[in-house]
């Protein structure tokens, strides 16, 4: 993607520069002789994957993280997997975040379609927490214990995320709108002894009554011994399954002065903090366990040297608590920043809804998925010709590639003097391999540079690094929260199939990427088989469970083809149908309404198309990579070895979709 003059549309002052707090980081490091002369950020970050040991040690010293402990080992190990983090070092990572903040400034602001808008103060959030924490330890909830949460992004599910974890109890948390099966999928596996959840929300103005499905995932949880219920629409607790069920308020009994008697649990560093999902293309969604101390130092370093925040700034991202973004917002925390927490529509009751907010509390960092921005790009919507968004500093995109028409429109649109960012990660490590560095310039369509500490490369087929071409993104460096093991892995087994099947020792993330000789890099897609809507991962394994329930079809195939230069995608599921059946409205509708009610909305396909036979490798694996490459136009000897395929006539209607769609 070559650049233009026109293609650089912002360059950070002098002043800014000198005052961010990378440089200053930079220049601590070589004033305390950490490091060697560092001139430009590609020296930093050279430096930091050149030397990750010293790194991290200068990220857990810089930032008062355990301070007083030793720790005579950062790194056990170069290699990956296996390697062990800091031990030895105890923490908290609920600990830490609740200590930043002074007592009286605001921490979170919060706004909902259900409730009236509200704030938390940091001692009142504090407050909550203890109590909390208070009632779980009641409950005889210990270290490792898992409490998840059937909750949407609240302030009571910050409260329950950092309430679980100060006692070091295991947090995994799945967002309303998700189906029973997909939360008992996820929830199962892990055998919680205690839910938090909702039975209703409001969304873009209509009501949601998640009740039936709320009665179905505590009778999924047979190890479950107590449901903690809070009232939305409702203010009363649901028919109460055979659990025992406590109202929010009454687990939280009288927080007041509780922060006094409050005392988080000291953990080892890689003590699980929380169970992340992501799925593969076959099996049960992978629960990701990532460690107190690795999140901790990634998000200190995301939030400080990428993200520039501090105590003064405020931000604020749209997402459900079902993405991983939710855990990063969080994380923005562990600076001393306020966060501002949205549960609704971001269309409702306009498009407006979410700039009202960044301009109601002056946020300095705010950010969504390119698919909104685009939304409003169709719908010829300008947020400045209502409101004065001068304050923003930083907007970030995240969740799909973001074209240079949504950076464009950002500088047009919102605010000329800001820091835009396109940032790509994932679940996998709750953070982002490449993304922004404020003291760079900014050019349409690029994501910066990688992160500090992410050796992050474009590999081809062969393992050989490509520069000016498309590959897949590798990590070659272990990073503190890549994923301590993923739940019931036996021998880590899925682990290494997952991330280290293509190149043994390197990361694979399964990403497409390019990367420039000025660092800065474009995400063109997943390279694997996951579905990627609005930036929530899904396993196709989920909607094969649901579409296998439909009288009349016999066996599917959904892939999502990344549509070249927009933000758009298309999500097509094709169908083999018994014989003298047709996709007629009304089974339509029924796999439509099936996917949504199992699963989530986004799993709704954008079509359903008959074919005659689904096309299998000669292990039995469906083609789907196979089948997404030649839709997104690549030719049948690059897309797919047909002599590995028992059935390459069923390839057929795929080629021709493809050509249909190529013309």
Known sequence: MPMTDTDQLWLPAAEFCASANITRFAQWLESSGRSPPLADYRSLWQWSVDQPATF??????????APGQVAETVMTSA???????????????????????????????????????????????RDQVA????????????????????????????????????????????????????????????????????????YHGRDQDRSEVLRDIIAGLPALEQVVYLPRLDRAAPQAPASRCTLWPAALGDPAGQWQRFEATPLPFEHPLWILYTSGTTGLPKGIVHGHGGILLEFLKHSWLHDNLGPESIKFFFTSTGWTMFNLLVGGMVTGCAVVLYDGSPFWPDQGVLWDINARYRTTYSGANPAYIQRLINDSYSPRAYHDLSHLRTFSLTGSPATRETFHWLYREVHRDMHVVSMSGGTDVATAFVGGVPVLPVRAGRIQAPCLGVAAAAFDVAGEPLLGEDGELVVTRALPSMPLFLWADDNDERYRSSYFDLYPGIWRQGDQITFYPDMSCVISGRSDATLNRNGIRIGTAEVYHSVAAVEGVLDCLIVNVDIADSTECWMPLFVVLQEGQTVEPGLEALIRQRLREDCSPRHVPDAIVPVAAIP?????????VPVKRLLMGWPLERAVNVGAVANPEALTPFIELARSRAG
């Open 131 to 202: 109590a909390l924490t208070t009632w779980l330890r009641h409950q005889g909830i210990q270290p490792g214990d898992r409490v998840c949460a059937y909750l949407p992004t609240c302030p009571e599910a910050l409260v329950a995320m950092l309430a679980t974890t100060a006692i070091g109890a295991i947090w995994s948390c799945c967002s309303p709108e998700f189906g029973s099966r997909s939360v008992i999928e996820r929830f199962q596996q892990i055998s919680p002894r205690v839910l938090i959840a909702v039975g209703n929300y409001r």
């Open 56 to 65: 991290w040690a200068a990220i857990r010293e810089h930032y008062a993280v």
């Open 79 to 125: 290699a990956m997997p296996g390697v062990r983090w800091f031990p030895g070092l105890s923490l908290n990572f609920a600990g830490y975040l609740l200590s930043q903040g002074e007592a009286e400034r605001v921490a979170v602001y919060h706004e909902s379609e259900s409730e009236a808008p509200g704030q938390l103060t940091w001692g009142e959030l």
């Open 616 to 624: 299998y490798t000669l292990s039995g694996k469906r083609l789907e």
